[in-house]
């Protein structure tokens, strides 16, 4: 069953209000950013601003037209649409550089005639469009591991295609379906699996420079093995509230630390080894527990001690051999480990000398200083945010940050009032990616992120990602204005 | 609703949003209000880049003689927001310039229209490429003039004026290319034609970089931490070219007063001793300030000196092709050495003979006579030899076996492994080409392309391929990539021909009587035996003269294709050309001067100006 009801009605004017407002305020941030004493007017299609205008106008014709089209399209289309993106991003690895040209060291444009687009920007768009029908179907729920198998693929082929095409920024955006899986029933745990996982990751990084003692053993192994320890203590003491066992862990611990400090007195030893051996044991030991004891609920705790043993033995390798020199200086400079303010820290701290020289009213409308001096890179582009908080300062910067978060908590809402799964979950999709850009890269200009190349939604100069994260987002208003359609 | 029991998950979602927000908040907070670095860091120092340009690499010719080398010039440039209190009259007297020019000029570089990259923070070209002596009263005071700084750059200077098209010359770098490579930035130079494109990469070196600190007012504080991070720049590779100069002066003299090329080859290694093409100019003219009033009226010269003839003009070969002919229908079994062929003269139909000899002809008398009706009746016995068949399919098989075997000498398509910039590609017609000017595979026959078989008609071949050829002929069966750098692997690409070693040489001696008694007699050199082939090739005006071949006959170290357009009888006015230059190579010098001033002097275009 199901009526007519006019779209002027059913569709959800707050969203396209925060949507105009973040629209608008980046062209004026655009406008800041290359704006010069002596130049013409924000109109002018000399300049960035003059272009944003016209992406500006005709995404707002785009969002139109998708408003008009039939709903029932996308859930019809959506897997004919996710094909055609693989075959886009296939092509693009393939194609010769006259159609892929090399823009900055990546091969994800595509070049026709005076059209480029980036596949990459469409790859979110159809991998949601995707999964909301793969995952709405009536015979498919989360219930066990197994069924995320089929879910991770639809995220893992297009995200090594982008990798592939040395877009790494863009191909960690797939990462956000994560926290759709997360409502879709996925176990909590594995998002916080991922946040240990980070956790572990920067403090061997960090710390691996810093050695103990006479160079016997790093701090950050140290620091690593004793958080899974603590973690181990906290979840037989507290949560399957074995206080015994918990103790006993304890008392081993300081027995063998205790032990062998007291061997290092006449000969001196690797400390990395003493701490992946007490892991080792207390891996041992849980197991024996389990098994022995009748005590359950170990598998779990054993399970994630011998997986993050390994990856933080690993993480030097990983970070060495897998990440590219220019992605681990990012991350050096991000941790602190190095000073490079002229080379890969530059970005960052010119970005935050901006941020910063702007105070609590910012220097005004067109009177920032450091974005004019060139001083910040990309700075319509990935740090546009740079001009808001130099030029508005905190109370421009917060509003911004506000107004994205007003845009989110309305996302969840919409979603939450769908009656169609498909709905639903493509409206998780919307707000997962949007969420993540907006993390990745605010995070990135405030520096407490490393440096990851994606611009900030609605905000960033370039019609590809305006008009790709436009699409994004009216799909989701034209599904949601569909709701009083169906009875 | 389904998934009821996970409603309240989308409340954890919202809270690990927000947390991430509220964190971000308080980041803004500390960075704006709290900490105070970050805006001394705003007023006192930031940091200027200022690239450091690595000298460009230097070219040698074969025998290490310095062709091209650096000299130092100087780009005044300003920042608009640094200049204050101009004595603009002051200014132009400084550099010479009128005031007029001064506001024209300023004007230009403000016009975003112009000159999209325009902001008043950065440094704008003012002038470039100054002389040492223009730039010296400007030096002593420039502290007069606030805002104006002098740039240092290189500039390229030539040791001869000669070769103006093998080396190129270098310009200021174009916006397409700016895309296309990050490493240049607006107003470098680079490699724009010649071996300076070609070899660019090798020749440019790398840039450094200096890192000075400056204050919010943009002036110089010094460097950063004593130059620590300084990136110094990387010289550029030197290069050293096959070319001979003195046997590339030599051609170039030879050719004054005609439009014309002249290719020289050494055949064992690919080697180009020689390419010269007329008219041309002396490279020195395309440098510095005068780079494009210069460029302009090379452009528009009718003679269309821009224009590398060697490797871009491109003719119907015609005798010269002859010598080729003669091998592949031998190869193909349409002739032997022996065939013999009657010859009516003039009165010889359907292909008529210009030439005065005996009949009926052998294959040596026929190329050393330049015998049409021998190699039209040759062509037709090779591509009729087994009849037509029907839809002419077998006849069109056999033409395109003769056309595959006429490529394999290196026709019909550019050297694409090769370092010699812009080739044409000449042409060898296919059998879908005649299918489609003929509109069906039955509408033409070995008689409608009778041209072909004396090298006339669609036919079409550059002077590089021609002494290309010719290399193929003096190493009886394969040629080397022809190419102008010299190193080893180049002498990897070796190329095989289609035509057994055995079939070489009744061609040789046909070549050989060329000159002994044929058609360049007059041309002999005394103590070296030659192998060569006149061509004399119809065309709208004058016929072009063509001379093609190599030396000595036993063991050639050169081959050499020489055209001069619109001049007359081959064996008159190309087989001296390439008599001299053989000459100047294999004995070290020419002892024929009388000769020499004769060619030199002779003037087949008056158009054609010295440069």
């Known amino acids: 069953m199901s009526r007519n009801v006019s779209i002027k009605y059913s569709l959800d004017r707050t969203t396209i209000i925060f949507y105009v407002l973040l629209v608008v305020m980046g062209w004026l941030s655009i406008y800041g950013a290359s704006y010069d004493f002596d130049q013409p007017g924000i109109f002018s299609w000399d300049q960035r601003a003059g272009k944003q205008f016209v992406w500006i106008l005709t995404a707002f014709g785009l969002g139109g037209m998708l408003l008009l089209v039939d709903y029932r399209v996308y859930n019809f289309f959506a897997y004919v649409i996710y094909g055609i993106t693989l075959l886009l991003l296939a092509f693009t690895i393939v194609a010769p550089s006259s159609i892929a040209p090399d823009i900055k060291g990546s091969h994800s444009w595509l070049v026709f005639g005076p059209i480029s687009f980036q596949p990459a920007e469409l790859a979110k768009i159809s991998t949601a469009l995707a999964l909301s029908k793969f995952m709405s179907a009536y015979n498919y729920r989360i219930r066990t591991w197994k069924d995320l198998i089929p879910i991770g693929l639809f995220v893992f082929v297009p995200f090594s295609l982008i990798v592939l095409q040395k877009e790494t920024g863009s191909a960690l955006v797939f990462i956000s379906f994560l926290l759709m899986f997360y409502r879709e029933g996925m176990n909590g745990i594995i998002l916080l699996l991922m946040v240990f996982a980070i956790i572990l990751f920067v403090l061997v990084i960090r710390f691996s420079i810093v050695p103990i003692l006479d160079n016997q053993g790093t701090l950050g192994i140290l620091l690593a093995m004793g958080i899974i320890l603590a973690i181990q203590f906290f979840y037989a003491y507290f949560i399957c509230k074995n206080k015994k066992e918990a103790l006993y862990l304890l008392g081993g611990i300081v027995f063998i630390g205790g032990a062998s400090l007291l061997t290092n007195i006449w000969y001196k030893i690797n400390f990395n080894y003493v701490a992946l051996g007490i892991v080792l044991l207390s891996a041992i030991y849980w197991t024996i527990t389990e098994l022995f004891f009748r005590l359950k609920n170990y598998w779990l705790i054993v399970l994630i001690t011998i997986g993050s043993t390994l990856f933080c033995f690993s993480a030097d390798y990983l970070f060495e051999k897998v990440l590219e020199p220019h992605q681990q200086i990012r991350i050096k400079v991000l941790l602190n480990m190095e000073d490079d303010p002229t080379g890969a820290g530059y970005n960052v701290n010119q970005s935050k000398i901006a941020i910063g020289s702007g105070g609590f009213l910012g220097k005004g409308f067109l009177n920032g200083t450091q974005t004019k001096l060139k001083y910040v890179p990309e700075q319509d582009t990935d740090f546009i945010f740079c001009t808001v908080g130099e030029e508005h300062g905190f109370w421009g910067s917060t509003l911004v940050l506000v107004i994205y978060w007003l845009l989110l908590m309305r996302l969840l809402k919409i979603a939450e009032r769908q009656r169609e799964a498909f709905n639903r979950i493509y409206a998780y999709c919307v707000a997962s990616i949007l969420f993540f850009h907006l993390m990745v890269n605010i995070g990135m200009v405030l520096g407490i992120m490393p440096v990851i190349g994606i611009p900030l939604p609605f905000f960033s100069y370039g019609g590809s990602s305006l008009w790709g994260f436009t699409i994004l987002l009216f799909i989701l208003l034209r599904l949601d204005a569909s709701r009083l359609e169906r009875i | ?611």
């Open chain 2, 1 to 611: 609703m389904i998934n009821d029991e996970l409603q309240n998950r989308r409340t954890v979602i919202a809270i690990i949003m927000s947390v991430i927000i509220v964190i971000y908040i308080l980041r803004l907070f500390t960075i704006q209000i709290i900490e105070t670095k970050y805006k001394e860091g705003a007023d006192s120092n930031a940091f200027l880049k200022k690239t450091q340009y690595p000298p460009r690499g230097l070219i040698y010719d074969r025998k290490h003689n310095l062709l091209v080398y650096n000299k130092p010039a100087y780009d005044i440039t300003f920042i608009t927001r640094e200049v204050h209190d101009l004595d603009t009259m002051s200014l132009c007297r400084a550099l010479n310039i009128d005031k007029a020019y001064f506001i024209k000029r300023m004007s230009e570089i403000k016009d975003r229209r112009r000159n999209p990259g325009y902001s008043s923070y950065t440094p704008q070209l003012f002038m470039n490429q100054l002389s040492s002596a223009d730039i010296a009263p400007i030096q002593q005071s420039l502290y007069k003039f606030p805002g104006f700084y002098i740039q240092i750059r290189t500039l390229r200077e030539y040791t001869y004026p000669i070769a103006a098209h093998v080396l190129g010359s270098i310009g200021e770098v174009s916006q397409r290319r700016i895309e296309k490579d990050p490493y240049y930035t607006m107003g470098d130079y680079c490699g724009r034609d010649g071996i300076e494109y070609t070899y660019e990469k090798q020749l440019r070196g790398e840039k450094g970089v200096e890192i000075l600190l400056r204050d919010a007012k943009g002036r110089i504080k010094g460097k950063y931490e004593n130059g620590k991070d300084d990136i110094s720049p990387k010289a550029g590779e030197n290069l050293t070219l096959t070319l001979d100069i003195n046997l590339q002066r030599l051609a170039e003299t030879l050719l004054r007063g005609k439009v014309g090329s002249v290719v020289a080859i050494e055949p064992k290694t690919g080697e180009i001793l020689a390419m010269a093409t007329s008219p041309t100019f002396d490279p020195n003219l395309l440098v510095g300030r005068q780079r494009s009033k210069n460029y302009y009226e090379l452009l528009k010269d009718p003679t269309k000196p821009l224009m590398n003839r060697a490797t871009q003009g491109q003719y119907s070969p015609g005798s010269s092709f002859k010598t080729l002919q003669a091998l592949v229908c031998q190869q193909m079994g349409g002739i032997t050495e022996h065939t013999m062929y009657a010859c009516n003269g003039p009165q010889s139909s359907p292909v008529k003979c210009t030439h005065h000899h005996g009949s009926p002809v052998s294959l040596v008398n026929a190329i050393e006579q330049s015998c049409n009706p021998y190699f039209w009746n040759a062509f037709k016995a090779t591509i009729e030899k087994d009849g037509y068949g029907t839809k002419n399919a077998i006849f069109r098989k056999n033409y395109d076996e003769w056309v595959e075997r006429i490529k394999s000498f290196g026709l019909g398509e550019k050297f694409t492994d090769s370092d010699i910039y812009e080739q044409a590609r000449g042409y060898i017609p296919t059998q879908k080409f005649y299918n489609k000017v003929y509109k069906s595979v039955t509408g033409w026959r070995a008689l409608t392309i009778r041209s072909n078989s004396i090298g006339q008609g669609e036919i079409m071949a550059t002077p590089l391929q021609l002494a290309n050829a010719m290399c193929v002929i003096a190493n009886t069966g394969y040629y080397i990539t022809p190419h102008l750098l010299k190193n080893d692997t180049m002498l990897q690409k070796v190329h095989r021909c289609e035509v057994e070693k055995k079939y070489f040489p009744i061609v040789y001696e046909g070549m050989w009587k060329v000159f002994e008694s044929g058609t360049a007699r007059a041309s002999k050199l005394e103590g070296i035996e030659m192998c060569g082939k006149t061509g004399t090739v119809q065309t709208h005006g004058k016929d072009h003269a063509f001379f093609v071949g190599f030396a000595p006959k036993d063991n050639p170290k050169i081959a050499i294709a020489v055209i001069v357009e619109n001049a007359g009888f081959g064996s008159t006015y190309a087989a001296p050309i390439f008599s001299l230059l053989a000459e100047q190579y294999l004995k070290g010098k020419v002892e024929r001067n009388e000769l020499q001033e004769k060619v030199s002097n002779t003037v087949t275009n008056s158009n054609v100006k010295k440069r």
